[in-house]
């Protein structure tokens, strides 16, 4: 029986010993396979930015740690390291932590190891949890536009940049430009606007910008990206130089005319150049060159002697040189019949003798035939057949022909013979008749206005007579007696005009003011001059006519504007370009440069004035150079030869623009420290300058004045 009883104890103790391990094994299983999540992360994270982690569902344990481990691709880096026995064993906790993805919060010396696709592995000893796949990124996506795709040397270059992360967020960082141009700026909220340019003489062609952005976190540099631009700067003609094979040539030689055109960076380009070649006359020859190449001009026997002008253009390029057409007197000998045909084939008059051999007897004829003009003369002899020679020590002509006459003769078909054979008689007649004549005009004239006088002041004592005496004592002892209409006397206020051309003007001193003339017997002076160019001269109206006077004679006048600078500027009037002269011998002084610049900022600003008030505007250009020239005085004349350039650079200064006062450099030179200038244009090789004023130096002499007495 007890062995029966045994046996039943072990039964129970075994079934309750199951429960036992039944409810040890649920207890356990509850810890184990506790449910721990964590929060999943944004699809893109840049360098820099923080990373948030939320663990939810942690029981704790005696042994163990929770770790939160950053895997990006092959590598592992450790975020979070925490003991398991820190968090309940009884229930279930959350954990927060947020992780700066840099250097310095992450530990590590490479911040390329956690670059790429990335997962945050979270284990707590069996029990792992992970996030979804997620990127990290040193990405900046960088645009870059341009406002156009090609540019001249030193035009303004805008480049507009855009920059956003990778994870989307508008970049508040740098950017730097590389290559083609160097700068760095802030950008702000992901955009940036840069000008630059590029040197005026770099070389066209295409060039590459290359645009960085980046941001900086507490370790340095954190994310960056950048993009490549492409422009090109263009070819743009920036000098012309015209060459000849000859600066002086003979009638029927050919001239060789060159042109080269250079661009910024002083590379010949391509292209084709206009040539204008202007004779003296003002005949005009056109041609195409090529740049780099010549072209052959011909020249005629006739063709004008003197001075000819090239003028070379390329696109808004000119150059104008000189060359000279040497003088050829040439004539053409002809026979029809027995007259003698003499044309003048030559470029100036034909004033040579020439032999005429008729037979054994040689006829000399003193010629004087215009260009292009043809003589006749006929020849005669004794019935027969001669042998003619005709020589003028150049050309020669033979011919055998029946003639017929009396004697051996040549005689001018136009009825000039008797003239050629007797042309001293001739000279000395004309000039005793011309004499004659002068003598008895002039004292008729004396007569006529002898009696014109008398019967003026005749006139006068009676008008005077009948005037009150109150009022006689402030009236004039001449009066102006004139058939002219009211309007020309200024009686009529409402047609007035300044003035009628066919009175004369009794105020103006006839042998004052300059002359262009060949001087011989005076001294060299380098002096000032002022040239002064009225563009529509010949279509002025009367009244601006005057008013044109008035401004320069004043401003002339206005010139000697000190006690010891008497002499003033001698105006030369030369049509539409009046020449004012300031020299030594006339003013006094070696400082000519400055009174001929206050002359010229003087009539600029009447003129100016005056354009303004009247709808007759005058079109005028100024120029001032400084020279040598030859110059005498004779009473208050001043007479003058230019040597080299003076008068003719003025000139060419003063055609140069439009409403200016331009100086050469020449002036600009002695005058640095009294005008303010601006570059201008370049005339032949001779750089030009804008005046917009002239400095006041007397206050900076009265500072110095007040100054020295301080010190002292």
């Not at 663990?55 to 895997?71: C, F, R, Y």
């Not at 002269?581 to 001929?596: D, G």
């Not at 060419?652 to 002695?670: H, P, Q, W």
Request: contains cysteine; aromatic residues 8%.
């Amino acid at each position: 029986m007890s062995n029966i009883y045994i046996v039943k104890i072990s039964k129970n103790y075994m079934k309750k010993l199951g429960y036992i391990s039944a409810l040890m094994f649920i207890l356990m299983c509850s810890f184990v396979f506790a449910e721990i999540s964590i929060s999943e992360p944004k699809d893109i994270y840049n360098l820099g930015d923080t990373l948030y982690i939320d663990v939810n569902g942690i029981v704790g344990a005696d042994t163990g740690n929770l770790n939160i481990d950053l895997t990006c691709e092959d590598n592992t880096t450790n975020l979070i390291k925490l003991k398991a026995r820190d968090f309940s064993l009884d229930e279930e906790q959350s954990y927060f932590t947020d992780v700066i993805l840099d250097k310095n919060d992450l530990e590590i010396g490479n911040l390329g190891e956690i670059i790429g696709d990335c997962q945050i592995f979270l284990s707590l000893g069996s029990n792992v949890a992970s996030t979804k796949t997620f990127k990290i990124s040193d990405n900046i996506i960088v645009s870059a536009f341009l406002d156009k795709p090609s540019y001249n040397p030193g035009e303004p270059i805008t480049v507009d940049v855009d920059a956003t992360k990778a994870n989307g967020n508008l970049l508040n960082g740098f950017i730097e430009g590389s290559n083609a141009s160097s700068f760095s700026k802030v950008i702000k909220n992901g955009f940036a606007t840069e000008i630059f340019s590029m040197p005026e003489t770099i070389e066209a062609g295409i060039y590459h910008l290359k645009v960085r952005a980046y941001d900086i976190g507490g370790s340095g540099v954190m994310n960056e990206g950048s993009v490549d631009l492409s422009f090109s700067i263009n070819q743009v003609a920036s000098s012309i130089v015209t060459s000849m094979s000859d600066v002086a040539i003979n009638p029927n030689e050919e001239l060789s005319i060159g042109v080269d055109v250079f661009d910024q960076s002083g590379i010949e380009m391509t292209g084709t150049a206009l040539i204008k070649i202007t004779s003296p006359n003002g005949e005009l020859i056109e041609a195409n060159v090529q740049s780099g190449e010549f072209v052959d001009v011909n020249f005629v026997s006739n063709s004008s002697a003197g001075i000819w002008r090239i003028l070379s253009s390329f696109n808004n390029l000119n150059e104008e040189r000189e060359f000279e057409i040497l003088e050829n007197q040439k004539v053409d000998f002809d026979f029809e019949d027995s007259v003698l045909i003499i044309t003048n084939t030559g470029n100036v008059l034909y004033n040579k003798s020439i032999d005429v051999q008729i037979g054994d007897e040689i006829t000399e004829l003193n010629l004087n035939i215009k260009v292009g003009e043809s003589r006749k003369f006929s020849l005669k002899a004794p019935n027969g057949e001669y042998d003619i020679f005709v020589n003028d020590g150049d050309n020669s002509i033979s011919r055998n022909i029946l003639l017929t006459g009396r004697v051996i003769s040549v005689n001018d078909s136009n009825g000039m013979g008797i003239f050629n054979n007797y042309s001293i008689i001739w000279i000395i007649l004309i000039i005793v008749i011309g004499a004659v004549g002068t003598i008895l005009f002039i004292k008729y004239r004396k007569t006529k206005t002898l009696g014109k006088k008398k019967f003026i002041k005749k006139t006068v004592r009676n008008i005077e007579k009948k005037i009150p005496k109150k009022l006689r004592s402030r009236i004039g002892n001449s009066l102006n007696y004139t058939n002219k209409s009211p309007s020309v006397q200024s009686l009529d206020s409402k047609n007035y005009k300044h003035e009628d051309k066919s009175m004369m003007d009794f105020t103006k001193n006839k042998n004052e003011g300059a002359e262009s003339t060949l001087v011989l017997n005076g001294e060299k002076y380098v002096s000032a001059v002022a040239s002064l160019n009225v563009k529509n001269y010949n279509t002025l109206s009367e009244t601006a006519n005057g008013a044109l006077k008035d401004i320069i004679n004043k401003a002339s006048r206005n010139s000697a504007d000190s006690k010891y600078h008497k002499g003033k500027g001698l105006v030369d009037w030369k049509d539409d370009h009046i020449f004012v002269v300031f020299s030594p011998i006339i003013t006094k002084t070696y400082s000519n440069e400055i009174l001929a610049a206050k002359f010229g900022m003087e009539v600029l600003t009447n003129l100016n004035a005056y354009n303004k008030k009247f709808k007759d505007k005058i079109e005028f250009n100024l120029g001032l150079h400084v020279g040598e020239l030859i110059a005498s005085k004779v009473g208050e004349k001043l007479k003058y030869t230019s040597i080299g350039n003076t008068i003719s650079l003025a000139k060419r200064i003063s055609d140069s623009d439009s409403s200016k006062l331009m100086i050469s450099e020449m002036v600009r030179k002695k005058l640095l420290r009294d005008l303010t200038v601006s570059k201008g244009a370049n005339i032949g090789g001779n750089q030009t300058y804008e005046v917009s004023g002239i400095k006041d130096r007397s206050a900076n002499a009265a500072k110095l004045n007040d100054l020295l007495k301080r010190m002292n």
